[in-house]
């Protein structure tokens, strides 16, 4: 399987890795050639420089062959705009967003069909969660 | 009209000034650096709200969401879609107009739903590539987003329709000569105008014609 990572940040590396470790064919596309850096050694897949809206960075990246695209750098309507193209453009199967901005990524998610991840809404539902679960084991309380 | 634009940097700020010169709008202009924000409300009759434009409840919350127009003028090309693609989605504002920064994100913005998008990159390519065009055909102004062109000529003494009536031309489909300049004058011409050696044509055409029009042209 083929995925294109955009965004070699934090999250795009340790992602673009991990599938990487799992054997599927990864291209990691970032505009800032030392963010690669992240990668580590042992990375088996391609990298590419560039911005992830531009067609012809896409096109060296391999997108007309990929079965999955991941938009994850912190740019919310970089990612998004990465998405669009990747999947209205480029037919691209499966597409993922990171938008940071909840409300936003609940907007594209109903608006234009966006497989959206907040990142910020996950995090704080699960913390929560676990604050929930702590405060009623400790005092009786049934929430 | 009731605008709200997206962006104080230059383009912004000039696009302000130039819509105020000439009319009575009301303008909304969204900027997220606050020294920016400062200034151009100091110096200009228009709304100044310090917010990134592209989030989603934006445009509600300045009171601009009855816009008739939104202008994304940023610097960066995907904060101009996204605004352009809340306005529509969201705020149902008519005309959405984005600037794109890389002229070959015409084509995906136009795929995406905005309705107009200007490059100043590409036309200025276009500027350069008409007064340095080989030949004598060529593209004075793209417009209707790329599909409509409109096109220039000299005409040589070899060509086959020198001294014809432009009625017994045979002139392509979808192409229509809608000026010829002559020793300094300018004429709307008729089907019975003749076309002389030194004249000027300009010919609306559709752009997928606009093979078809040069090889006749040449």
């Known amino acids: ?143 | 009209m009731k605008i709200a634009i997206i962006g104080g940097g230059k383009v912004g700020y000039y696009l302000v000034k130039t819509l105020l010169d000439r009319g009575k709008h009301s303008i909304t202009l969204f900027e997220k650096d606050e020294d920016r924000c400062l200034d151009i409300a100091e110096e200009l009759d228009c709304l100044v709200i310090r917010a990134d434009g592209t989030e989603v409840d934006s445009l509600a919350l300045a009171g601009a969401e009855d816009s008739d127009v939104l202008v994304a003028v940023s610097g960066q090309d995907q904060d101009n879609l996204v605004a352009c693609q809340i306005a529509k989605t969201r705020y149902h504002i008519e005309k959405t107009i984005a600037r794109v920064n890389n002229p070959k994100n015409h084509n995906v913005f136009k795929l995406l739903g905005v309705d107009a998008t200007v490059s100043s990159t590409g036309i200025i390519a276009q500027l350069i590539e008409g007064e340095l065009s080989l030949g004598d055909v060529h593209t004075l102004l793209t417009f209707e987003r790329g599909e409509l062109e409109l096109i220039e000529a000299v005409v040589s003494k070899d060509a086959r329709y020198v001294d014809k009536k432009i009625s017994e031309l045979g002139f392509p489909k979808n192409c229509i000569i809608v000026a010829v300049y002559r020793s300094g004058k300018v004429m709307i011409p008729s089907g019975s105008t003749v076309i002389r050696v030194d004249d000027k044509v300009v010919v609306m055409t559709l752009t997928r014609n606009k093979e078809n029009l040069k090889r006749f042209l040449e």
């Open chain 1, 1 to 143: 399987m083929y995925v294109i990572i955009a965004g070699c940040g934090r999250l795009g590396a340790h992602l673009a890795t991990s599938l990487s470790d799992k054997g599927l064919d990864v291209a990691v596309v970032d505009g800032d050639s030392k963010n690669f850096s992240k990668l580590g050694f042992g990375f088996d897949g391609i990298t590419v420089i560039g911005v992830p809206i531009d067609e012809d960075v896409l096109r060296k990246a391999g997108i007309e062959n990929a079965d999955a695209l991941a938009a994850v750098s912190q740019d919310d309507n970089l990612n998004i705009m990465t998405a669009l193209i990747a999947r209205d453009m480029f037919n691209v199967p499966k597409v993922y967003v990171r938008v940071g901005d909840p409300e936003k990524a609940e907007f594209y998610r109903k608006e234009y069909k966006l497989e959206t991840l907040s990142l910020i809404s996950y995090g704080s539902d699960f913390i929560e969660g676990l604050i929930k679960d702590y405060s009623s084991r400790d005092r009786g309380a049934v929430r």
